[in-house]
């Protein structure tokens, strides 16, 4: 009778819990109105890892994830047209100004330069386009063709494809100034479309992009709220035949918000437009609860005639399975902590407090907003007693517990299991497919990155930094033999689709002497020789504006290679490859440390690598907590074991539907997937705490699951059901990943709900575990007066 006397309490104080709830749900939501819509790449990805810390180190010259790649092409003919040059050079000169661009990272071939001869022996690094002066007549046009022809993997197939028909302008964006949203706005406004006519298709993409296409998306999601809203109110009409069964469980979602909002903003952080399917997710649970105890109030009061009695009744029944349920969740959901990425960190701190916050909304407010409501009315709780739904869950429930039914449930337990296995072995670590799969095939980002791929044949960066000891290692020949065997090395694997180097210019530079002969297109040999062409190639030049190959304390250099896609397979044999190369021997440079890696490919492989190492221990450590607390509840070793299978069933099917659907786990999916290994686990909780219940009201087990499942069971799949119903409206949505992570936690949702009423029904009644009978004894020592008046009532 304890919680009894503590709803008790409740009640006698409402003033002062409700004054007290009150002022902490202003307090949060002051902060819940300025919550922001942020994010960040930055914060997906592990500080620690060397790939990062290398990337931070050199990320203002080389490979910065930030990059933005715009592609124009003639839609007849080439690009060498006065017309088509001159936007090129435009569009150039419009990225330098766009706000947060790094100075100097702007490149295109209106900022190459070429090797030109002099007299003497002497070559002169020369711009293609001398002070951005633009070729007038045929004669310069031909010339500037010819040039870029003289520099293949410099300019030609770099900066201009190798059909002439298009070219890019590349830049790089700093990390302590992004504003997606400013970004993506100013290169469409400014640098796009006024130079978009009919002799030219432009393409544009990039992070940045990417994340712009986002933001530009997000007003969407408030069509989608209200009308997931309007759904869940019509679902829970529909449920309870009276206003009050949608009201009730609408106040615990939205206190549960307003707190989960506040307290992320509170704490300075943004909501990540990513994942605005977790504090959906979250705030449905909270739906969930509450429907679990209005359901019960309408049965108390059924049984009792008397509101204040029924309140407290269904209370203090399902005080300890709400909270142990709620516990788990939160604490399965904190584990995330452990894993060394600040974004997962965030996520974990907040969403663990959000879900905390049901404890709030839903059990302490409980007794008091139903002290204050009307009670049902009794014809409308007997015409849901003898309703359709329950008698759909009554003909299911009954053949089920049987011993032929629950033979049947075990081989279909076992034919899942199977097809779990079977398609698990597709999940992939990492982006499944070259295209972004935030957002749909056909988008405009989409598309435009399809299209520079398709001419340039690969622009996402993997970029090895060649740390120097010392200055003079700059003159070591061997450094650019090694390089250019490195890339020669890369080119063969089918993932590269080119690479770029100072070895490449230094090649240049020897053809340039002899009349751009391609046999001469060769490394110097000695000392001398490199120190003459590096000098050539850097001279009358910026350390900025060749900060890109050399930083400007000539103590770095860097090769690039260009990836295809970003697909996990092959992030992952790049980084291999590259790895076995650098630890040959024979490819070591005194002075010299090659360092992996800067890049997106570079970075994405850190990020997938600590999903390697965590994924498994996440999940281990999440069972492990949830186990712990179900251990508290039921005080068994076993009761966790028959708990968790249907959870680590859910667990299974998620995984083999992302592996069938080719969804992969990557920086993106990892967040939404961990934070959703624990929901589920309160319906298993729910349906054992009533069979619980039922033995001690003096029925047989059979009986007793029976009961639990049309009785916790409907509010149990009901409430899996709504949830299915109302993530089909994201399927509108234009950003793919909200779509696919919503539909994705509706189905473990759905799983969860099936395995908590077949399989684990079934073990129990086949089983018959020690835990359930010696829980049933402690329920009759602690609550004997109550139960004893109730006995009557619930076998007539």
Not at 106 to 119: G, I, K, M
Not at 242 to 248: N, S, Y
Request: aromatic residues 12%.
């Amino acid at each position: 009778m304890t919680w009894y006397r503590f709803g008790e309490w409740i009640l006698r104080w409402r003033f002062i819990v409700l004054a007290v709830v009150g002022v902490l749900t202003a307090f949060f939501g002051y902060f819940a109105a300025q919550t922001q819509l942020v994010t960040s790449f930055g914060e997906l990805l592990p500080q620690n890892h060397p790939f990062i810390q290398v990337a931070h180190k050199y990320d203002q010259y080389f490979g910065s994830v930030n990059n933005v790649t715009i592609m124009i092409e003639a839609k007849e003919g080439t690009i060498y047209t006065p017309a088509i040059i001159g936007k090129i050079v435009q569009m150039t000169r419009d990225m330098d100004v766009v706000y947060g661009i790094q100075h100097g990272s702007v490149r295109s071939v209106a900022t190459s330069s070429y090797f030109r001869p002099l007299a003497g022996g002497v070559i002169l690094n020369t711009p293609v386009l001398p002070n951005g002066d633009l070729p007038k007549t045929a004669g310069e046009l031909e010339e500037l063709e010819s040039n870029v022809h003289k520099n293949p993997g410099v300019i030609f197939g770099r900066f201009v494809s190798l059909d002439d028909r298009a070219a890019v302008i590349e830049g790089s964006f700093l990390e302590t100034r992004l504003d997606y949203t400013r970004i993506f706005d100013e290169i469409r406004r400014n640098v796009v479309e006024p130079e978009r006519d009919a002799s030219v298709h432009i393409y544009y993409g990039g992070q940045p992009i990417l994340y712009g296409w986002v933001y530009h998306y997000t007003p969407e999601f408030l069509w989608i709220f209200v009308a997931t809203v309007l759904a869940v109110w019509m679902l829970l009409y529909l449920y309870f035949s009276d206003w009050r069964g949608a009201l009730r469980p609408t106040i615990s979602g939205v206190i549960c918000a307003i707190w989960g909002l506040g307290f992320i903003r509170l704490l300075g952080f943004g909501l990540d437009p990513l994942v605005l399917v977790i504090p959906f997710l979250i705030t449905a649970r909270a739906v969930s609860h509450s429907v679990q105890m209005h359901d019960r109030y309408y049965e108390e009061f059924y049984r009792l005639r008397d509101k204040e009695r029924a309140i407290l009744s269904s209370f203090s029944e399902l005080f300890v399975p709400s909270l142990s349920g709620i516990l788990a969740d939160a604490f399965g959901v904190l584990i995330i902590l452990l894993v060394p990425v600040l974004f997962l960190q965030r996520l974990a701190i907040t969403a663990s407090f959000w879900i905390a916050a049901i404890i709030v909304s839903e059990l302490i407010l409980n007794p008091i907003v139903y002290y204050y409501l009307d009670p049902p009315r009794i014809e409308v709780i007997e015409r849901r007693e003898h309703g359709w739904f329950k008698r759909l869950l009554q003909s299911i429930a009954k053949p089920m517990l049987e011993s032929s039914g629950r033979i049947a449930t075990f081989a279909a337990t076992i034919v899942v299991i199977a097809l779990c296995v079977f398609f698990w072995t597709g999940l992939k670590v990492g982006d499944p497919s070259s295209e972004s799969p935030i957002l749909w095939p056909n988008s405009p980002y989409n598309r435009s990155m399809a299209a520079i791929q398709s001419e340039f044949g690969a622009i996402e960066q993997f970029v090895v930094v060649a740390e120097l000891a010392r200055r003079d290692s700059l003159n070591d020949p061997k450094l650019y033999h090694v390089m250019d065997e490195y890339e020669r090395y890369m080119e063969r694997d089918p993932a590269v689709g080119r690479t770029f180097s100072v070895a490449d210019l230094l090649s240049n530079g020897g053809s340039a002497l002899r009349e751009f002969q391609p046999k001469w297109n060769v490394l110097p040999t000695t000392t001398r020789g490199t120190g003459q062409l590096l000098g050539g190639l850097l001279a009358g030049a910026s350390p900025l504006s060749t900060a890109y190959i050399i930083t400007p304390r000539r103590d770095a250099t860097q090769i690039t290679v260009y990836s295809k896609d970003r697909e996990g397979e092959n992030v992952q044999r790049i980084v291999l490859r590259s790895q076995r190369f650098f630890d040959e021997p024979r490819h070591h440079v005194p002075g010299v440390t090659f360092s992996l890696a800067a890049g997106i490919i570079g970075e994405l492989a850190a990020a997938n690598q600590e999903i390697i190492d965590n994924d498994l221990l996440l999940n281990v450590l999440a069972f492990a907590t949830i186990y712990i607390i179900i251990l508290i509840t039921y005080r068994s070793f076993m009761a966790g074991l028959y708990l968790l299978f249907p959870l680590a069933l859910a667990n299974a099917a998620i995984n083999a539907f992302m592996g069938a659907h080719d969804i992969g786990i990557n920086i993106n999916t990892l967040p939404v997937v961990t934070v959703g290994v624990g929901f589920g686990i309160d319906y298993s909780i729910y349906i054992v705490s009533r069979i619980i219940e039922g033995l001690a009201l003096g029925s047989d087990l059979k009986g007793s699951t029976y009961t639990a499942l049309i009785t916790s069971g409907k509010a149990v799949v009901f409430t899996a059901l709504t949830l299915v119903a109302s993530v089909l409206f994201w399927y509108w949505s234009s950003i793919r990943f909200d779509a696919e992570m919503g539909l994705l936690l509706a189905v473990w949702m759905f799983v969860s709900m099936l395995g908590a009423m077949t399989i684990l029904p079934v073990l129990i009644v086949t089983f018959d575990p020690a835990f359930i009978r010696r829980e049933k004894e402690r329920t009759i020592a602690s609550k004997r007066p109550d139960l004893e008046s109730r006995t009557l009532a619930a076998f007539s």
